[in-house]
């Protein structure tokens, strides 16, 4: 199993690209800390309990620099180190500049990119007091890359996490921390469901591979990432978009 006694950090562990994360981390021998705001967290780390693998719930808003020390904390005071992260806890809802509020506007950001940025300052942070290195998976997007109608503030803050990524991996890349971003395209979760059949058929039709994608397919790019078999990655931005952004 590649990630054997590997401490891991899933934020946004609760549900989508996190949760099949954080169940493919244990199953791959992994000790999984999952974080989310929701306690479902709970009951997914209850589930891979049961099954006999290793995995906790710390409830954890990534918005909050207190929250995130902790969070961190937990989990080495429970594995005794921290090796993996995986930065994914994320917001979509959005609309055109004109019309988006400052409130809207602030919460996307907060989440998706200042949540990030917490979550690697204090993994890193960690993995430097260790001395042995780590890997740091943040969840991008199409829209790290592509713009989009009505996505003003989730592609601003998914461009800030690429660019993040690159600036981290660059700087931390002698320390033996590779920093790598994963940027799905639409992907079939109960957040794209909510949408209606009509929504979730035009973002079908917007991928060239003529389907969305799947939260196992992005967690095993993810998986990737963050093993040996990407030992010489860093920096990168690994898209798994059926063919999105190659239009």
């Given at each position: ?8 950090i ?27 705001l ?28 207190g929250?995130?020390?902790r ?19 994320g917001?979509?809802?959005?609309g ?35 001395g042995n290195?780590g ?11 592509v ?36 940027c ?35 967690a ?28």
């Open positions: 199993m590649r990630f054997q006694q590997k401490a891991v899933v934020t946004g562990g609760a549900g989508g690209i996190g949760a099949a994360t954080a169940r493919l981390f244990a199953e791959e021998g992994a000790k999984v800390a999952i974080a989310d929701s306690e479902e967290g709970q009951v997914l780390a209850d589930e891979l309990t049961r099954s006999g693998l290793v995995a906790s719930f710390i409830k954890t808003d990534v918005t909050q620099e929250e995130v020390v969070m961190v904390e937990k989990t080495v005071e429970r594995y005794g180190k921290l090796d993996i992260l995986f930065a994914n806890a917001v979509g809802a959005d055109l500049a004109d019309e988006l509020s400052l409130e809207d506007w602030q919460l996307a950001i907060d989440i998706n990119l200042t949540g990030v940025f917490l979550c690697n300052k204090y993994a890193i942070k960690q993995m430097l007091s260790q290195g890997a740091i998976v943040n969840c991008g997007s199409v829209h790290s890359h713009g989009k109608a009505r996505v003003s503030a989730y592609a601003a803050a998914k461009g800030g996490v690429k660019m993040l990524t690159q600036s981290t991996a660059v700087a931390y890349a002698a320390r033996n921390i590779r920093v790598n971003a994963v799905p395209g639409y992907v079939d979760t109960p957040m794209i469901n909510r949408l209606g059949e009509e929504v979730k058929n035009y973002l079908i039709g917007l991928h060239p591979a003529g389907r969305l994608g799947t939260a196992e397919e992005v095993k790019a993810v998986l990737f990432l963050a093993s040996d078999d990407a030992s010489f990655i860093t920096g990168t931005s690994l898209m798994v978009d059926g063919g999105y952004t190659a239009i």
